[in-house]
C-alpha cells in the first residue's frame, strides 16, 4: 500500500469500458465527482472485442488509468442457454483491453470479475484463496471461467512486467439502471419486475425458480465504485479483493422483501423443478474493511430506490 499520489493522482484521465452499464456507470458517476476526467466509448464507437481497434485507440487516447467494467453478463438462464457469447465475448474483452492497455502504456488498471470465480461448495465466508481449489457452479461454469482468465492475466501482467493491474470480485450486484429483461437479468431486477407486473395484472400468486434456500449477499452499485476508487488510490496487491457487504440472505427472504417493497399482495409459489444454483455465496471482505472501507446503502432502502427508478424510467417505444 502507498499514497495516492503514486497510484491514483488527482484529477487523473481514466477510461471506463463499460461506462453505460449498471457497475460502469456507477463507477463513472463517483470518479467524475471526486474530480476525475472520465473517458468513455460507446459500443457503436468501439468495439472492445476488437483487440487492433481496442489498442489503436489507447494509444491515442492514453489515459492514466483504465476501469475494466465491460462484461457479457447475465442471470441463470442466459448462462445456461447461451454459454458461448458469455466466454467468448468476454475473453476477447479482456485480452483486447488488459494488453492493449499495457501496450499504450497506462499504468493504472482494475479488472472487475465476479463471486462466481469461487468454487460451488467454497468454505463460507469465501475467502479470495479459495480460487482454484474446487469445482465451479455449472450454470455460470463459461462466465467464471473467462473472469478467472482476466483475473490470471492481470496477475500475469504484474509478474512478467511489474504492471500495477489489480483486479475486484464484487459479490451480486443491483441498483439504477440495472437490466429489468426477464430473459437476461440477475434476479432481484427479475423478482422487482415480477411482482410489479403481477400486482399491475391483479395475479393471485407468482412462481419463483429453485426452492428459495439458497443464501445470496447484494451490494449496491454505488457502495461497489466506492471500493473501486479506494483499490485504485490504495492497494497494488497480486490477489484479487473481494467486495461485498459481509452480509446475505436467503432467496426467499429477499422474495418477501421485494414483495413488501412492491407493495405486492399475492401468493409466493417456489418451482423446485428448477436449478437454485451455488447452495451459498457469502464473500470474506476482511482485506477491503482493512483499507478501511464499509457500504453505506441499506438493502431494502437500495431495493426501494431500485424500483423507483425503474418505474420512472420512459415506456419502451
Not at 162 to 186: E, K
Request: glycine content about 10%.
Amino acid at each position: 500500500m502507498t499514497d495516492e499520489q503514486v497510484w491514483l493522482p488527482p484529477r487523473a484521465r481514466i477510461f471506463v469500458a463499460g461506462h453505460s452499464g449498471l457497475v460502469g456507470s456507477a463507477v463513472t458517476r463517483r470518479l467524475t465527482a471526486d474530480g476525475h476526467e472520465v473517458i468513455t466509448r460507446g459500443r457503436g464507437e468501439l468495439d472492445l472485442r476488437d483487440a487492433a481497434r481496442t489498442g489503436r485507440f489507447l494509444a491515442d487516447v492514453r489515459p492514466d488509468a483504465v476501469v475494466l467494467a465491460a462484461a457479457k453478463v447475465g442471470g441463470i438462464m442466459a448462462n445456461s442457454t447461451f454459454p458461448v457469447p458469455f466466454i467468448e465475448d468476454n475473453l476477447r474483452i479482456q485480452l483486447s483491453v488488459i494488453a492493449g492497455s499495457y501496450a499504450a502504456g497506462v499504468g493504472r488498471l482494475l479488472f472487475l470479475g465476479s463471486s462466481c470465480i469461487y468454487p460451488k461448495l467454497a468454505a463460507q465466508p469465501i475467502r479470495e484463496e479459495a480460487l482454484l481449489t474446487g469445482p465451479l457452479e455449472p450454470t455460470n461454469e463459461a462466465y467464471a471461467l473467462a473472469k478467472i482468465a482476466g483475473i490470471v492475466q492481470i496477475q500475469s501482467y504484474r509478474r512478467q512486467y511489474g504492471a500495477s493491474y489489480i483486479s475486484a470480485m464484487p459479490t451480486n450486484l443491483y441498483g439504477p439502471g440495472d437490466n429489468f429483461d426477464l430473459q437476461t437479468s440477475h434476479v432481484l431486477p427479475a423478482l422487482i419486475r415480477r411482482f410489479h407486473e403481477a400486482k399491475h395484472d391483479g395475479a393471485a400468486e407468482v412462481t419463483l425458480w429453485g426452492s428459495g434456500t439458497p443464501r445470496r449477499e447484494f451490494l449496491h452499485v454505488d457502495d461497489l465504485a466506492a471500493a473501486c476508487v479506494l483499490l485504485l488510490r490504495n492497494y497494488d496487491g497480486d490477489a484479487p479483493v473481494n467486495v461485498g457487504c459481509g452480509e446475505d440472505l436467503t432467496i426467499r427472504e429477499l422474495a418477501e422483501t421485494v414483495r413488501a417493497v412492491v407493495g405486492y399482495g399475492g401468493r409466493i409459489a417456489w418451482d423446485t423443478s428448477r436449478p437454485d444454483g451455488t447452495p451459498r455465496k457469502l464473500l470474506d471482505i476482511s482485506r477491503l474493511t482493512a483499507l478501511g472501507w464499509k457500504p453505506a446503502v441499506a438493502l431494502r432502502e437500495g431495493i426501494a430506490a431500485v424500483y423507483a427508478d425503474w418505474q420512472a424510467r420512459p415506456a419502451p417505444k
